[in-house]
């Protein structure tokens, strides 16, 4: 069972930094949306989020119809702060500086490139963002912890199925070189919606993705208004004369995280809890209003899930209220509506008229309560 602090600290977090924790605890990723006019806020609170509660390095990648597999690439690393070694230090092997501080990522001219030295780094080696290295070299750069994607769904298919690669197989190749993934490592896509049920991006990656999170703008940036009114003080400002002392930790630790999702693995599901949750996919795969049915990763992820939210709660079984709440995040973004001449009654003689004013207004929304209200729960 989690500690009464860690739990204190998990009840205070709001929705989008709950919604990177069950990612982290999960180790899987999910979609954030939001309607357009707020996503600049979002972008900056998700850094906030990233950074302050949970430690992690980020990036932004700003993807739109032409952006191209270097750029995409090259968008996913960061360099990290030398160490005090490497910064006093000369390196030893120009040749690395000189590979390491490129612009590109990939190799403009691989021929001159085919017969690397004793010393150099053959085209098929790892780069991890060890701290000062061997002789003082300066940290390699690195896939970030967290990777918020903004407007991955208008970026081209292959840098989608890039994205997918990725996720997969938790590393990236290139020309040069072949970038794994750290432990604690997060993709989230930022997508302009006006409502979850409208987020989506190409159908092989929108199915790995394991949860959706719609974020509504009345609800507020918790961490983007703190930093807001911090740089409005007076304290706030004497603190930025001095950039050199040590900041806060984490709210959460790595160990926190690690700690939770061992807890996960322990929850206990009851056989009449399982038969409410197989009941919840059956309804939703045979809803006259859903389309391209439900896959069977969906499930998998909705029984994660249900179970990463138990220790939450002070848990260490899963409720039927968890399977609500689980099928609500794993299925907003997988949920696809039908046209009403696809509809199934439309075989058997239904007016098309009548199946347009049944599904006029339904989105994935309204099918998961209805059949949630629909399918009874176990007491």
Known sequence: M??????????????????????????????????????????????????????LSCVVINCHAGTTLEEFASALLY????????ATTPARTPSFQTR?????YFVANPQQHSRPS????????????GGGGVGGFSPAAQIANCVLARNLDRAPRAVQIQAL????????????????????????PVLEADSGGEA????????????????DPEDGLVNLEE??????????????????????????????????????????ADIDVIRYQMNVVSFLRMHR???????????????????CLAPLHELDYVTPALVGLAARKVYLHRIRITSPAKERSMQWGSKLEAVQSILDGVGPEEVIEEVLEMVTAPL
């Open 2 to 55: 989690a500690d009464d602090l860690l739990l204190e600290k998990v009840h205070d977090l709001s929705d989008l930094e709950l919604a990177i924790l069950l990612c982290l605890v999960s180790r899987e990723h999910g979609i954030i949306s939001t309607p357009s006019d707020t996503i600049d806020d979002l972008i900056e609170e998700l850094q906030l989020v990233a950074r302050k509660t949970f430690g």
């Open 79 to 86: 360099l990290p702060k030398p160490t005090a070694a490497a």
């Open 100 to 104: 390491s501080d490129s612009a590109s």
């Open 118 to 129: 004793r010393g150099s780094i053959s085209p098929l080696t790892v780069l991890t963002g």
């Open 165 to 188: 690669e990725l996720l997969r197989t938790r590393r990236i190749f290139t020309r040069t070189s072949v970038q794994a993934a750290p432990k604690q490592f997060v993709f989230v």
């Open 200 to 215: 989506h991006v190409t159908p092989h990656l929108n199915d790995f993705f394991s949860l959706a999170h719609w974020h």
């Open 227 to 268: 930093a807001a009114d911090d740089a409005a003080s007076v304290e706030s400002v004497v603190r930025s004369k001095h950039p050199d002392e040590p900041s806060a930790g984490p709210s959460i630790s790595e160990s926190e995280i690690g700690h939770l999702a061992q807890l996960s693995q322990q929850v206990q």
């Open 289 to 307: 209003a859903v389309d391209h049915g439900i896959t069977p990763a969906a499930t998998k992820h909705f029984d994660k899930l249900m179970r």
